[in-house]
């Protein structure tokens, strides 16, 4: 797209003289077509396209895009695959509507492999959601992740160090509570879009237990999953070390508890950092904030879970070549950093290793990528299918029933939950 504010052109001044990575195909094969992008609204990709001239320029490809809201997103998307218009070439679709939507993308390997893309750069947990049916379909290009934020001061008031296992959450969060007036750590077990799912299935995964087994059916209701299940549960009931009504607390009611002064520890998307410290709506000063990768169960490996945004070019693209060439520019890790450091945005996102463990990306950011890329290094990412939306609902509401009392039969709750799943698989 050509036009753009004197802000944006100026970005993309700054760019044009920079290194690249990435190299158009020679001879610019594509010169004159014009490619269009469907693409969520972010101030990230806004950032990208601030830097595209570069690309339009050593290409000759024309790129046009159509920016969708976040909420009108998956429907832009499902009208497109199910009118077959060919209106886009390249799409963005998260991870989560990636199996209903599978039949508007085609398969990219051969295409990406000739861009000279490294995909060992790419975490696996983001990775694997470009794949269908064994074929790389689509590249990550927006990815967030779970990190512990906590207060330094108050920890260090209470003579704890930041915990790298659950054990260690618990035996933290009770020095705090004695030391202070703040609770622990601030979680969210109440019912809203899966959010009470995400600590869950992390100590899921640590127990070594899964949310499926390979035939698909319902394995969160073993031995792992009870024990993953009760710890968490005994964080509010046992230990009591959250917040007074987390049973019913939502992820903002989390983040409101820690802005606020009542909560020494957070465990939430990297996405909040920004919040967490603005003086408009936070308490909590810069000084003051620390971060590390989320606690491990005890003995295992860390995990994170995570959200993913692919970018993949359509079944019915007119350029297809051409758009490939722009998912080569586009997931370059030169313009990620490029994005990353530039201190005239606030643009935190990273999918590549190397920008995640780059030591100037966290001496800006004070070390949240580093905290990132200890998670993701052996983090296995989150699988979804179609049925996802009533699979969420159903686990959420186990969760919540026990946080709120209404059982204290853990795995009565888990078995019940599974046979209404396997019902609907």
Do not use: C
Not at 21 to 36: K, M, V
Not at 38 to 57: G, N, P, T, Y
Not at 244 to 252: F, I
Not at 401 to 409: C, E, N, Q, V
């Amino acid at each position: 797209m050509k036009l753009l504010s004197s802000a944006l052109a100026l970005s993309t001044a700054l760019f044009v003289g920079s290194a690249f990575a990435w190299e158009a195909t020679p001879g610019r094969p594509y010169d004159g077509q014009t490619i269009h992008a469907l693409i969520v609204k972010s101030s990230q990709f806004e950032a990208h396209e601030a830097r595209m001239v570069a690309f339009e320029e050593a290409t000759g490809i024309d790129v046009v895009i159509d920016y969708v809201p976040f909420p009108n997103m998956k429907e832009a998307l499902t009208a497109e695959m199910v009118g077959g218009a060919g209106d886009y070439d390249v799409v963005s679709i998260m991870d989560g509507w990636v199996s209903s939507l599978k039949n508007l993308i085609d398969p990219i390997d051969e295409g990406i492999a000739a861009q000279g893309t490294d995909l060992s750069d790419f975490p696996a947990a983001h990775l694997r959601h470009g794949y269908i049916d064994g074929q790389l379909h689509g590249l990550p290009v927006r990815g967030h992740v779970q990190l512990l934020f906590y207060r330094q001061d108050i920890l260090d008031q209470a003579g704890v160090k930041p915990p790298t296992t659950w054990t260690e959450v618990v035996e933290a969060g009770k020095a705090v509570q004695a030391a202070s007036d703040l609770a622990g750590i601030a979680l969210p077990y109440g019912k809203l879009n899966g959010q009470n799912l995400q600590v869950w299935i992390n100590l899921l995964w640590g127990h070594g237990g899964d949310l499926f087994g390979k035939d698909g059916e319902p394995v969160f209701n073993s031995e792992a999953g009870v024990a993953a299940t009760q710890q968490f549960i005994d964080l509010l009931l046992k230990h009591e070390i959250v917040p007074t009504g987390a049973a019913a607390y939502v992820e903002q009611d989390a983040v409101n508890s820690f802005k606020q002064g009542n909560s020494a520890m957070l465990p939430l998307w990297w996405w909040v950092r920004s919040q967490l410290t603005d003086p408009e709506e936070s308490t909590v000063t810069d000084e003051q904030l620390g971060v590390v990768a989320l606690p491990s169960v005890a003995g295992a490996e860390r995990t994170t879970f995570t959200n993913t945004w692919i970018f993949g070019v359509t079944e019915g693209s007119r350029n297809r070549d051409a758009a490939i060439e722009y998912l080569g520019w586009l997931t370059d890790p030169a313009i990620e950093r490029d994005v990353l450091l530039d201190k005239n945005l606030n643009e935190t996102v990273a999918v590549h290793f190397s920008n995640l463990r780059d030591p100037e990306v966290n001496a800006r950011w004070g070390g949240i990528h580093q905290a990132a890329a200890d998670a993701l290094a052996t983090a296995p990412g989150m699988g979804f299918d179609a049925d996802w939306p009533r699979i969420s609902e159903i686990l959420e509401n186990a969760i919540s029933s026990l946080a709120s009392g209404g059982s204290d039969d853990v795995s009565g709750v888990l078995d019940a939950a599974a046979e209404e799943i396997s019902r609907i698989r």
